[in-house]
């Protein structure tokens, strides 16, 4: 089983910054794509961004330019640094991993629980 712990939420005003992190734990080969996803209330699930193992990235269009994923694949871990906060970024950020226990097996995708962002105007 692999368990990921979400970190670093809270409260901020508009134009601030907060920094995720995910802590990924677990009997785990590789992870191959770490990303963040929000979703606020009365709305779907959406990504925000995602970061491969190699160090490709992926970006919603509302955060580019005021988001940064990044990942530290020795200590299975993911982060988002999140700058210039809007209160339409208000959210729960779940963090969500693929892994893979054995070379060539197959992947397996988990979410953590949950951190809540919330900004305020």
């Known amino acids: 089983q692999v368990q990921l712990v979400e970190s670093g939420g809270g409260l901020v005003q508009a134009g601030g910054s907060l920094r995720l992190s995910c802590a990924a734990s677990?009997?785990?080969?590789?992870?191959?794509?770490m990303g963040w996803h929000r979703q606020a209330p009365g709305k779907q699930r959406e990504l925000v961004a995602t970061?491969?193992?190699?160090?490709?990235?992926n970006y919603a269009e509302s955060v580019k330019g005021r988001f940064t994923i990044s990942r530290d694949n020795a200590k299975n871990t993911a982060y988002l640094q999140m700058n210039s906060l809007k209160p339409e970024d208000t959210a729960v950020y779940y963090c969500?991993?693929?892994?893979?226990?054995?070379?060539?097996?197959?992947?397996?995708?988990?979410w953590g629980q949950g951190t809540q962002v919330t900004v305020s105007s």
């Open positions: 677990g009997s785990i080969f590789s992870i191959n794509v």
């Open positions: 969500r991993a693929q892994v893979t226990y054995s070379n060539g097996g197959a992947t397996y995708s988990y």
């Open positions: 970061a491969g193992r190699g160090g490709t990235t």
